[in-house]
């Protein structure tokens, strides 16, 4: 298998169902079509950057002319949008313990403007800093007016200042062509990467707010786009059952009307779990909305939960399999890797648990897995199935390009438009004005 792999047959919905959606989607299948041959001009304009060249070229450029400072440290500065993608795929593909693991280039993500943790972020950056090795800052904001963004990045480019005259040669902006930190990083001399207007920070991971980090932190930026262009494509197919994406959003709009509303993603990694936060953004920014597009008031929007397997079984399985009935799961599993370490075999410790003498921990996850498919199935709770055949950056790529066609998709099922947040807006409105005041 080099394909992800889909398995819907334990939905529980009836064929004639989907069937009878499948008619109503036809039409977005098609906007999706022209979409794609429109650069990016539309809303659904992210479903293009994985064929962007030019932009590729550009965070190549900009990488090895960073990478020459020969850094220790990248720190990426962002919230939302504009720095999940990037985790998620950079923890998906080398690890969430790489720090510890590898000795090159390490990451540190300043998100959040929680003194705490900028503190620590700021400390180890001065230490850093003091032994004379380098940090590279990339500060990731499309509007270049988010709050929390900005005030992380004032106070961490003030301190590459006051270590580094040539400061400005560290920083890397990624915004919106003439938006205020573009702006004030051309005046600065900062290097620029440019976010495409119609792509939204929920979609932009395959623009140069995820490609230049991970690039940086050595992901294969090319195999991560050949997945996604690959998944691309497949989610324009018009036959439902040969379009994961479409046939997704059908079983969980389905789901959702009839009363199935809390979406459990189930990642069976550890590794998986900041896909789970970028998917928890995806899902309820795109999707929870007061208006449906004809202007009624609708308070839309399904509940997305995240678990990871298999130790989130020992805080949520009791929940899944005996509360209420208003989850869809769906069950994200890598295919193939049980030989990488094992339990030994020591008979003094068999009298402990039978059957894992022996066994290497993929082949017991392996077994956990089957267990809580089959009490789903007899507790007639539905799910469905995605398995990668590995964790590689082209598996990655397709997998974030289908969760997010399937978003848009679910976006039209649901009459609701998947590319704004007004409500959100509106905090951050209300924030500046605080703050002004
Ligand atoms: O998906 C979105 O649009 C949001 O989550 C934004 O990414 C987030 O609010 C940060 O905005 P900005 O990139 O403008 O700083």
Request: charged letters at 25%; aromatic letters at 8%; hydrophobic letters at 35%.
């Amino acid at each position: 298998m080099d394909e992800l792999f889909f398995s819907f047959q334990d939905s529980l919905i009836p064929d004639e169902e989907i069937d009878e959606l499948g008619v109503k989607i036809g039409g977005e299948i098609q906007s999706m079509k022209d979409a794609a041959s429109m650069g990016y001009s539309d809303d659904r304009a992210s479903i293009n950057l994985p064929f962007d060249n030019k932009a590729v070229d550009r965070v190549k450029e900009v990488v090895e002319d960073k990478k020459e400072l020969n850094p220790s440290y990248l720190v990426v500065v962002g919230i939302g949008g504009s720095i999940r993608g990037t985790k998620a795929v950079q923890e998906a593909v080398s690890g969430k313990l790489r720090n510890q693991r590898d000795s090159g280039m390490k990451v540190l993500y300043a998100c959040n403007p929680d003194p705490y943790i900028i503190r620590d972020i700021k400390g180890i950056m001065e230490s850093i800093l003091e032994k004379k090795d380098n940090v590279v800052l990339n500060v990731v904001s499309k509007s270049g007016t988010t709050t929390e963004t900005m005030a992380n990045f004032q106070l961490l480019v003030d301190l590459l200042k006051e270590h580094r005259q040539d400061y400005r040669r560290y920083v890397v902006a990624t915004t919106e062509r003439d938006s205020g930190l573009w702006n004030l990083a051309s005046k600065e001399g900062f290097d620029l990467l440019e976010i495409p207007g119609k792509v939204g920070g929920r979609y932009s991971v395959y623009s140069p707010v995820g490609l230049f980090p991970l690039a940086m932190l050595g992901v294969d930026i090319d195999e991560l786009l050949k997945g996604a262009r690959i998944m691309r494509d497949r989610c324009l197919k018009s036959e439902i059952r040969d379009n994961p994406a479409v046939f997704g959003s059908i079983v969980t709009y389905l789901h959702h009307r009839g009363g199935n509303s809390i979406y459990n993603l189930f990642l069976y990694s550890e590794d998986f779990e900041s896909i789970g936060g970028w998917y928890r953004q995806l899902m309820a920014e795109s999707l929870g909305k007061e208006y449906n597009n004809s202007g009624e008031r609708v308070f839309e929007g399904l509940t997305p939960l995240t678990c990871i397997g298999s130790r989130d079984l020992h805080s949520m399985a009791q929940l899944l399999l005996g509360g209420p009935y208003d989850k869809l799961t769906s069950f994200i599993k890598v295919e193939g890797e049980d030989s990488m370490v094992s339990v030994p075999v020591n008979p003094r410790y068999s009298c402990l648990v039978d059957g894992i003498q022996g066994k290497s921990l993929g082949f017991i996850i392996d077994a956990i897995y089957e267990g809580v498919k089959v009490s789903f199935r007899n507790n007639k709770r539905p799910f469905t199935e995605v398995v990668l055949p590995d964790r590689r950056e082209a598996s990655i790529g397709e997998f974030l390009q289908y969760k997010m066609m399937e978003t848009m998709y679910l976006g039209s099922l649901l009459d609701v438009n998947p590319f704004n947040q007004p409500n959100v807006e509106s905090y951050k409105k209300e924030t500046r004005r605080i703050l002004g005041d």
